[in-house]
């Protein structure tokens, strides 16, 4: 069994895009064009927000890194 280390904080914060770099925000959008969701997002410490994207259709899933850079197998 894992320990739940969110503590109490939802998986996909109110104020995402507020978290996000300006690269990430451009990759959001662009995968959100083609009807991808925000899954949830993982928040190391000290580093920038990462957001896990998963496509309904096809139930693949991609992470958006501090770069902008998109990950199709994370």
């Known amino acids: ?5 969110r503590n109490g904080k939802p ?7 507020a978290l996000l ?3 990430q925000k451009k990759a959001l959008a662009e995968l959100e064009g ?4 925000i899954d949830y997002v993982r928040r190391p410490l000290f580093q920038l927000p990462r ?3 998963r496509d309904p259709k096809s139930s693949k899933v991609a992470m958006i ?4 850079t998109v990950d199709h197998s994370p």
């Open 51 to 53: 957001v896990i994207m």
């Open 65 to 68: 890194l501090e770069d902008g």
């Open 11 to 17: 998986p996909v914060p109110d104020n995402v895009r």
């Open 1 to 5: 069994m894992t320990r739940e280390r």
């Open 34 to 37: 083609f009807g991808w969701v």
């Open 21 to 23: 770099s300006i690269e």
